[in-house]
């Protein structure tokens, strides 16, 4: 079956670097996308990655190994609006997307 | 980007009445548009998947004549939840994949604002 793990929460400090990870087993792969969630809010885009290797963009950077089915998501200089959900989700062959269960990030000051 | 807009953000209705929704591309076309659900807490789980001029396409476990979905254009997909009970309160969120709109092609999704349904 196809599965996305990732830690349920983590707890970071403000102005902190914190990494969240993500690992997958999907049938296919057409790249992997992190979001951001804030509660009540939908999803908005943070990265995709369908290379290996590192993406940088801004506070955030994302990083891709497809032989190790294992990517994380670093955030740099923590703020508190950083406060959220962060979904990673791959893009099956089918183009489908597989969602992982979400890591909720709490910052504390 | 894309923009996808929802409406209604928010819906308030009685046991057994019907609620629909609307998903819109604002400045792309979608042939494709993806329904999903959120539980509290929970992360996305898809419905089904709207297609222009088809059938959509229903996930295991989601009733089909009690979610209906009509792509009428290549804009527009409706969720019609249909004698709703308060399990089906939830939020409800749709996206549609970003064509030449996103800076991935068809790969990004860009999502709806979403619409919280409560169900009393």
């Known amino acids: 079956g196809q599965n996305i793990d990732q830690p349920t929460e983590m707890t970071a400090t403000e102005g902190a670097i914190v990494q969240i990870n993500c690992t997958y087993q999907?049938?296919?792969?057409?790249?992997l996308f992190w979001y951001q969630q804030h509660a009540g809010e939908a999803p908005t885009f943070l990265s995709y990655n369908v290379l290996d290797g590192l993406e940088e963009k801004g506070r955030f950077s994302s990083f891709l190994s497809r032989s190790k089915g294992y990517s994380y998501l670093l955030l740099k200089e923590l703020q508190m609006k950083d406060s959220a959900s962060y979904l990673c989700?791959?893009?099956?062959?089918?183009?489908?997307?597989?969602w992982g269960a979400g890591t909720k990030l709490i910052i504390k000051p | 980007g894309a923009v996808v807009s929802q409406h209604p953000s928010w819906v308030i209705c009685k046991s057994g009445t019907s609620v629909k929704i609307e998903c819109r591309s604002l400045d792309f076309q979608a042939t494709t548009m993806f329904w999903y659900r959120q539980f509290p807490k929970q992360s996305l789980m898809l419905m089904a998947t709207?297609?222009?001029?088809?059938?959509?396409?229903?996930e295991q476990g989601v009733e089909k004549d009690k979610f209906l979905i009509n792509h009428a254009s290549l804009t527009l997909s409706t969720l019609t939840v249909t004698s709703a009970h308060p399990e089906d309160s939830s939020f409800y969120i749709c996206s549609a994949p970003g064509g030449s709109g996103g800076a991935h092609g068809r790969n990004e999704q860009f999502f709806g604002p979403g619409t919280r349904l409560t169900v009393l």
């Open positions: 709207s297609n222009e001029g088809s059938k959509a396409t229903y």
């Open positions: 989700a791959v893009m099956d062959s089918n183009y489908q997307l597989i």
């Open positions: 999907t049938s296919g792969f057409n790249g």
